[in-house]
């Protein structure tokens, strides 16, 4: 009775809490041990979380004016697909779908599972099957909803940036109140230069970068925010300087309570301050980050899932994935599609060689992105932009997301080559399939299975043009 599209529900409101709630998640609960580890001291690993931040910002910028140029959901995708062509757009999409989504939703996961039961097993170590089972059940209650209701999945994303925000600040309180009674001996020799080893510090900005990661989320659901031209830019400067000072600020207080042998030595690092500092809450902040990785969990879904739904309608992914439910007007295939992939990284994964596993192909397409807004301020300067930044930004932030992914290949050979390798698998299905199905615009050769999954899900395409 009704036209089938995805309606406009994204308010300011509910994209800052998208991006409050996809940045403060898993990452400043877990990197903090992985950005210490490779930078060597507490003095420099504080530098790197600023300077992370700072680059998140610049990222940021420019993903803003993208999305005033670009009136596509999509994100990276769409931003590569629309300034740098076909090829690497769909380069992007391959990691993307087989190793940077699922790798990360994995390290999300897998946090959420070690935290939720972290107060019933204290002091000792959750078993590992038993934080993989919860991990996964926590993934497929987030997977129901996003299927279920984008306005329940944008309500929840909310409640837990609210949450988030509380949990960081349980932990910046009591650590700045010890720091204002003159507890700053873990800070002696802060800036130790023996410890620094250069080519670690890609992995340490990797670790930093994952936390502040996220900055990036009102961009694949362009076509759902309400007043997109004003409230992407909003969003984006008023979120990612909270963040930059609360991730500061967190920091701080867990060196000045813990230590740099405790941090290095913490599975759980919010769970060790909480122990030495704030016994009381010993059973709460777990929880809380819990809460906040899922989160995470639920932003990124509600985001990728928007990809898959773009890169299907521009004819170089399966046609079901642009299809909405009947009923609910949620992208039910595209939603659920995740769900095998993120299941066996989650049962065989460890949270930090994933994390270096998919950061190199996520940094090389973000840079690749950025340098595509470069490219087509080059290509259509007539065209007049509501937002504009200096163009120092992009080229800073091209320059050093790449610089940083050269670099990395000395740090950690292995899980970089991998990385490498599933981008570069890629180009053979690109020419055998995709290039060709789109050159000769001939229907897809899964046509009939297409059309029975259509029926048993009651999904159809788009009606109205939302871009």
Known sequence: EEAIFLRKKITLLRAFSLLIGSMVGSGIFISPKGVLKNSGSVGFSLVVWFACGLLSMFGALSYAELGTRITKSGGHYIYILETLGPLPSFLFLWAEFFAIRPANSAVVSLAFGRYMLEPFFAPCAAPVPAVKLVSLLGYYMVLT????SVTWSARLQTALSIVKLLALALIIVPGMMLLA????ENFQDAFDRESLVLDKLPLAFYAGMFAYSGW????????????????????????????????????VSYYTVLGMQDVLASPAVAVSFV???????????????????FGTMNGG????????????REGQWPPLFSMIHIRRHTPLPAVMLMFPLVTAMVCIGDIYHLMNFFSFSRWLFIGLATLGLIVHRHRHPELHSPFKVPLFVPVSFTIICLFTVAMSFYSDPVNISIGCTMV???FPVYYLIIHRQMSSRCRSPFHYLTHKLQLLLEVVQQEIKTY
């Open 424 to 426: 570069l698998s890629g």
């Open 275 to 293: 122990q030495r500092a704030f016994k009381s809450l010993i059973s709460v902040v777990p929880v809380l980050v819990a809460l906040s990785c």
């Open 216 to 251: 990036f989320q009102t961009s694949f659901v362009r076509e759902e925010l309400v007043r997109p031209e004003r409230n992407i830019p909003l969003a984006v400067i008023v979120s990612v300087i909270t963040v930059i000072v609360g991730y500061m600020l967190t920091n």
């Open 181 to 184: 009674q003159g507890h700053t």
């Open 301 to 312: 879904i509600f985001t990728f899932s928007r990809t898959l739904f773009v890169a299907s």
């Open 145 to 148: 909803l996003n299927s279920w």
